[in-house]
């Protein structure tokens, strides 16, 4: 990811946060060069706004128990608008659910059904408490979960440093992993957990990010021993401690990881 001056970075704020008092001194990830990109896949339409053009739509703080559980931090708290909100401006048509495309390779994916279930909504700002050193990726815009809501934990809801949400079709993108289970529905379990934790940075048959590189090319899935290392590898890589806080294994143990498993096996015949 290529940073865009100081603004895609993290600002330590001195002083004068104008509505954020109380918040001085504490670090803030901040975008406000940036600019945002709104697309419907179907139509091909694009439309772009600027940070203070989103915050316009009425912006608030608020905390996240639910960030602040995922990153093991405490005490974060955001400017943030409500992402029901900001879709009601726009004609979804005939779309169910909004891709998310990040700066870095990452492409997180929510059904609009569930951005109104639970709330969800966009953060603008990102303050974090003091001498907390954030992760390069962790930037506006992020989705939230607000306090109070009983959403499942998943990385689904963990998605930052988005630049477009594009208006598509479910099953349209999911098409080429869903036929999997059509042929094999014991690998139900396997498919439902990948997407809600891994399609984002581990495209699998042109779906998804490319963050974490592709997990065909590592594992050769029809092995029992590479089903095995596979394992291993992710609980090596994907544990609390993780340099870049990518802490997936928060969100899946070990029955989860070889459903996985199974499932990406009979994907790969
Ligand atoms: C936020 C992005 C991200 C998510 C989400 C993610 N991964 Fe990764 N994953 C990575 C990165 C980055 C690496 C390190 C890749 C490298 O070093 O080449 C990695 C490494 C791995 C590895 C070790 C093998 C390797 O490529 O080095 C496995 C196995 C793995 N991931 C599995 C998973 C599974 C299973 C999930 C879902 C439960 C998942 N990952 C979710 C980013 C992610």
Redesign the pocket.
Known sequence: MKLHGIAGGILLIASGLAGCAGFNGESAASASDKTYTLSWAESGRVSKRSLDELEALGSRQMSSHYFDRAMQYSNSRFRSISFDALLKQFPSGSADAVLLNCFDD?QGLISIEDIGRYRLELATKIYLAPGVEPPHWLNPLLILVPDGVDAPFQ?RFMTANIRELRFVKLEHYYAPLNRVVEDYPATAQGLKKFKD??V???SVKGVGGN???S?FQ?FDFSKGADREN?KE??LG??HKDNADK?N?EQ??DDLGLGE?AGFLQKLAL
């Open positions: 990452y990385e934790n891994c984002y940075c581990h963050k974490g590189g997990l590592k596979f590898q992710f890589f994907h990518q997936l969100f899946v996985i």
